[in-house]
């Protein structure tokens, strides 16, 4: 599970339910598509192991971290927020400042959906450079890319945000039809398929 290619992998912590899951594919395409590795929790289905214990291990093993921590609406039964992606990035965060010198080198994405509004809820990260998506796949992914194409130290040339978005739609339409013919449902595949 946790091979150790610490430059290519990137740690995804964003929601995983169906509402967020065409932004979660088209992250995980671009990830895809710039070469790297995407990496998250739900490549292990093992129910013995703690899922805080999984997430410092990705996280210790990812040198990229994407965190999209727009989900902050109250449940419906708790009338609680989720604060999953909150912390993850607080795990992110220190992992950066107090590990050893390659943790130190670590790099994160903060997304949320709409401009500013992580001042109200979550003001001491206010110093970093947060992105919005506005819920488009499309700016998720032009996001992603430069992020990656800025912080990788690549010297591989990787594709426009456009031309990463023209793909993944063109494989957004395909999806249905792979799907149908491997006889396995589109719900959560797409972002299982890679994590298996």
């Known amino acids: ?25 088209a992250l995980v395409f671009a ?14 289905n093992n129910s013995a192991n703690v899922r805080v214990d999984k997430i410092k291990k990705l996280i210790e093993h990812s040198q990229f971290g994407v965190h999209d921590i727009s989900r902050i ?9 989720r604060f999953n992606m ?4 607080g795990v992110f965060l ?3 400042y107090f590990g050893n010198k390659k943790q130190k080198d670590k790099n994160c994405l903060i997304l949320d959906n709409i401009s ?9 990260i206010a110093g970093q450079d947060i992105r919005w998506h506005s819920n488009s796949s499309e700016k998720l992914i032009t996001h992603v890319r430069d992020w990656l194409n800025d912080s990788a ?8 945000g456009k031309e990463i ?10 999806l249905p039809i792979m799907c149908k013919q491997l006889k396995i449902e589109l719900t959560f595949t797409f972002i299982q398929s890679f994590f298996s």
């Open 116 to 124: 500013h509004r992580y001042q109200a809820f979550i003001s001491d």
């Open 73 to 81: 609406e109250l449940d419906s039964k708790t009338n609680l927020p």
């Open 31 to 44: 990830i895809y598509d710039c070469g790297f590795t995407p990496r998250c929790a739900l490549e292990e």
């Open 153 to 160: 130290k690549s010297i591989k040339i990787m594709p426009g």
């Open 165 to 174: 978005s023209r793909r993944f739609y063109q494989f957004e339409k395909k």
């Open 1 to 25: 599970m946790f091979q150790d290619n610490y430059s290519y992998n990137v740690f995804i912590n964003c929601p995983f339910d169906n509402e967020y899951l065409g932004l979660r594919n």
């Open 94 to 96: 220190g992992a950066m």
């Open 86 to 89: 909150p912390l993850e990035l």
